[in-house]
């Protein structure tokens, strides 16, 4: 059962475009939605990270936008640069919760 | 150390024998979590500790799973009979805090298990 649907599995990009990621969930008790960005042969990285409370969070060149009603969250990676090119994965923990449910990720590419 | 390290980077396995994973994470971190990642997949839990109490092992797939944090700082992963649905990458990550207080989760680079 897949709690957390990421889409595209794939993205190429051109350096200085917009990436976008997007993310839909079902469990309406998830209440921490982080971004993780995940070099080949290392462990995930934390980027950034929002609560349900607010619609959108920026950190420099990453934004998450979320919507609450629609149960959905998005990355936005603007000024796309080939040091960018990762594989990047959503997550979500419940409330009272220890664990993270996380994507099935999405492998970014930025073309210089 | 700097970061959480886990031993060894690489593991060979023959089907049926026993690993032991280890994970050394960062210095004074209360929480430990152990996650499964198959190829092209992200990460699925496994187990939870806070210090050295195990307060969450659901995600452990089998009973030939075991994890253990005896003194509330190094954790081992053991996996008994190995099969070759067990081949993938096990990652570690540790954080400062109890879960759920804003904490920042820190992986460590993970083991690659391959199970032949």
């Known amino acids: 059962q897949q709690q957390v649907k990421q889409s595209p599995q794939s993205l190429i990009v051109q350096k200085g475009g917009i990436s976008i990621i997007n993310c839909a969930y079902e469990?309406?008790?998830?209440?921490?939605f982080p971004w993780y960005q995940q070099f080949p042969g290392k462990g995930p990285a934390l980027l950034i990270a929002?609560?349900?409370?607010?619609s959108e969070k920026k950190e420099g060149r990453f934004t998450i936008s979320f919507n609450k009603s629609a149960k959905q969250f998005s990355l936005h990676i603007m000024d796309s640069q080939p040091g960018d090119s990762a594989t990047y994965f959503c997550?979500?923990?419940?409330?009272?919760?220890?664990?993270?449910?996380f994507g099935e990720g999405t492998q970014l590419t930025v073309n210089p | 150390g700097a970061g959480v390290s886990q031993s060894p980077r690489y593991k060979v396995a023959k089907r049926g024998q026993d690993v032991a994973l280890r994970c050394d994470p960062i210095?004074?971190?209360?929480?430990l979590f152990w996650y499964q990642q198959a190829l092209g997949q992200g990460p699925e839990f496994l187990t939870y500790?806070?210090?050295?109490?195990?307060?969450?092992k659901s995600g452990l797939p089998s009973d030939r799973f075991f994890a253990e944090r005896p003194e509330g700082s190094v954790s081992t992963l053991k996996i008994q009979r190995t099969q070759q649905e067990d081949s993938a990458v096990y990652l570690c990550?540790?954080?400062?805090?109890?879960?759920?207080?804003?904490?920042?989760?820190?992986f460590g680079s993970g083991t690659q298990l391959s199970v032949l």
């Open positions: 990550a540790s954080s400062l805090v109890r879960w759920g207080q804003r904490e920042k989760l820190f």
């Open positions: 210095s004074g971190h209360v929480s």
């Open positions: 500790f806070q210090n050295e109490a195990q307060l969450d």
């Open positions: 997550a979500a923990r419940k409330t009272s919760g220890s664990r993270l449910t």
């Open positions: 469990n309406t008790a998830f209440d921490y």
């Open positions: 929002i609560r349900p409370d607010v």
